[in-house]
């Protein structure tokens, strides 16, 4: 006993006032053994049981104090924020990494306050109605939930809070953990930022369009509210994204959404709806006027798209074609209301560029019976539904056959015979066209090719152009493929192109010409005059030929007016050195007239239907085409 006095009062200080009691107990109990008398005992026995008791309490206190202090260092080692409160709020127990969390110093900051001091916004109700829940029946432990907490320095704290019952002495207490979830809730941001956000605008994704628009549809109905709904798409976007790279066009569609975000108001929405399609809601309309506003909006918008954009030292003209639905007049749910504005949209991009369309009824019958188009076309080309018939265009002068256009028809299995200007806008629209021109192409080659060494050996074939297929950066080797598999040179083939693909030029139609140029392919403007007409188009793309629209051949008898604009522009054709086509001769009249101003080629039905290569090898091997 005197040794372990000894070491209590040696090395623990906390414990030193029990090694004192141990060191008297040892030795009283030394010094009774060598001197105690008989008369002496009561008094040994009486200083024996105090510092037996003595003794015992301390070791007791000991043994509890040991215990508390490896619980404290216990709860310190933990990650997590942890503090035990009473029934009343009061902390009892925290450790280091709960008050770091709260903003204090240490746990002696905590320990003996309430809640509700160390956090300004918790206030004593919601405290009780916290510790409440531990009494309710059923409850399942931990209680977990997330919360907002507002510390003492206006920090805003992220934190997780697993809460269990804690007994001690018959007394209920609260054990809380506290997790800070900062990083978890930045990364949840992020999350919802990409579940909502469009990542090159910044601006809603469809999916919050969606959402949003079915609210709004939703508040309408119930406050007797209208509301628009805007689908916008951008004119040529592809062009501007194969001619100068996607980071190119990305940054126009930023600068397309920024401008359409100005000129909204403070409670309209923009979302892109994906590739070049953008979406705004414009919200809460007073009744009767969704349509007036809905026009007005998409007036400001045209005029916000009217300005060139600046990309990459490039100055690039942009318009958007807009659909318009209104609620309740075009849809009664969100659904609906963009399906009808992108119908909507569509037909305002037939009409040209930069339109606008309300939607009507009539809309969904043409829609739907593109659709059915559409899915007939996608295997047509593999079920040998298409032919190419050809018509002669001759020599004006001794009317012998000089080359001939291909005409592409179709004889659907289910549809019957559909005509060019049913189904060519639908298959432009659904980027179709790429692969039924690509078969066109090939199978033209492959007529010529089968000519050789007959009547028609040496005859050039001229076949129509896309937009879409000169956008398409493989086109070039396909052409090159197509003249070589058939041992042709590229004389033998012109491509007819139409005035709108010269006029959104943004630089990428110009070189490609120059490659099929470089190729010996004749270039072909169609149509001439009825479209954008300029004169600069003939000169920047050095064309081969001009073909003059049948608008002003069928009245060159009878109209002075029609009579004085061919023979201008077949004036104009030959100072520039092009050969010129007449398209639509009907009478033996406007055919002498044409060769008389002077055109060199004349095509139509006074000569040639479009007729099978059959039929076209038995008039050529009768050395002229008779009229027709």
């Known amino acids: 006993m005197l040794w372990m006095g000894a070491r209590l009062v040696r090395a623990q200080r906390r414990y030193r006032w029990l090694g004192y009691t141990l060191l008297a107990r040892g030795v009283f109990n030394v010094l009774s053994s060598l001197t105690l008398g008989p008369e002496l005992y009561l008094l040994w026995f ?16 000991a043994v509890q104090d040991e215990i508390q202090q490896r619980y404290v260092r216990t709860i310190d080692s933990l990650s997590h924020g942890f503090l035990i409160r009473d029934r009343l709020g009061y902390v009892h127990v925290a450790n280091e990494r709960c008050a770091r969390l709260l903003g204090f110093d240490s746990p002696a900051d905590l320990v003996g306050k309430h809640v509700c001091e160390l956090l300004p916004n918790l206030t004593p109700a919601m405290a009780d109605e916290y510790f409440g829940r531990f009494d309710a029946p059923g409850v399942q432990y931990p209680m977990t939930e997330t919360a907002m907490f507002t510390l003492h320095n206006g920090t805003r704290l992220p934190v997780e809070m697993m809460g269990s019952p804690y007994i001690e002495r018959g007394r209920l207490y609260c054990l809380v953990q506290l997790l800070d979830i900062s990083e978890r809730k930045k990364k949840d941001d992020l999350l919802y930022q990409a579940a909502r956000i469009d990542p090159v605008t910044g601006f809603f994704n469809r999916h919050a369009l969606s959402a949003l628009l079915t609210q709004e549809v939703a508040r309408a109905a119930a406050s007797g509210r209208e509301c628009a709904v805007l689908f916008l798409d951008l004119d040529k976007f592809k062009r501007i994204n194969d001619s100068f790279g996607h980071a190119i066009g990305d940054e126009l569609l930023r600068q397309t959404a920024r401008r359409l975000h100005a000129v909204l108001r403070p409670n309209d929405a923009l979302a892109r709806f994906g590739g070049d399609e953008f979406i705004i809601v414009v919200a809460d309309l007073e009744p009767g006027t969704a349509e007036r506003m809905a026009r007005l909006c998409a007036e400001r918008v045209v005029g916000a798209m009217a300005g060139r954009f600046d990309l990459s030292h490039h100055a690039i003209g942009v318009s958007a074609s807009v659909g318009m639905a209104c609620y309740p007049m075009h849809g009664s749910d969100s659904d609906m209301l963009i399906r009808n504005a992108d119908i909507a949209m569509y037909e305002a991009k037939k009409a040209g560029r930069g339109e606008l369309r309300f939607f009507n009824d009539a809309m969904t019958a043409a829609a739907k019976d593109a ?26 002068r001794s009317g012998k056959l000089a080359k001939v256009e291909a005409l592409l028809r179709w004889d659907s299995p289910g549809l019957g015979p559909m005509r060019p200007d049913r189904f060519i806008p639908v298959a432009e629209d659904s980027g179709m066209i790429v692969p039924i021109g690509t078969w066109v192409l090939n199978e033209a080659c492959r007529q010529m090719a089968s000519w050789r060494d007959g009547p028609l050996d040496g005859l050039t074939v001229s076949i129509n152009v896309s937009a879409w297929q000169l956008a398409d950066p493989a086109f070039v080797a396909l052409v090159e493929r197509a003249l070589a598999d058939n041992g042709l040179g590229g004389h033998r083939l012109e491509l007819e192109l139409t005035e709108r693909v010269l006029i959104d030029d943004g630089g990428h139609v110009h070189a490609v010409l120059q490659r099929l140029r470089a190729l010996g392919v004749g270039l072909s403007l169609d ?102």
């Not at 003595?54 to 070791?59: A, H, K, R, V």
């Not at 076309?377 to 018939?389: M, N, V």
């Not at 050195?577 to 006074?606: D, F, P, R, S």
Request: net charge negative; glycine share 10%; hydrophobic share 45%.
């Open 46 to 61: 009486a200083g024996t049981s105090i510092l037996k008791t003595l003794s015992m309490l301390g070791l007791i206190y």
């Open 371 to 396: 659709l059915v188009i559409d899915t007939a076309l996608r295997g047509a080309i593999e079920a040998g539904e298409f032919s190419l018939l050809y018509q002669a265009i001759v020599d004006a």
């Open 527 to 628: 149509d001439f005059g009825t479209g954008y007409s300029s004169l600069s188009y003939l000169t920047r793309f050095q064309l081969n030929t001009l073909k003059i629209d049948r608008a002003f051949v069928m009245d060159i008898e009878h109209s002075e007016r029609s009579n004085s604009l061919v023979n201008a522009i077949i004036a104009m054709g030959h100072s520039l050195g092009l050969q010129l086509v007449a398209e639509g001769v009907e009478t033996a009249g406007q055919a002498a007239i044409l060769e008389k101003m002077g055109c060199h080629y004349l095509q139509g039905y006074y000569f040639s239907r479009p007729i099978a290569p059959d039929a076209l090898s038995r008039f050529a091997g009768e050395g002229q085409l008779s009229a027709s």
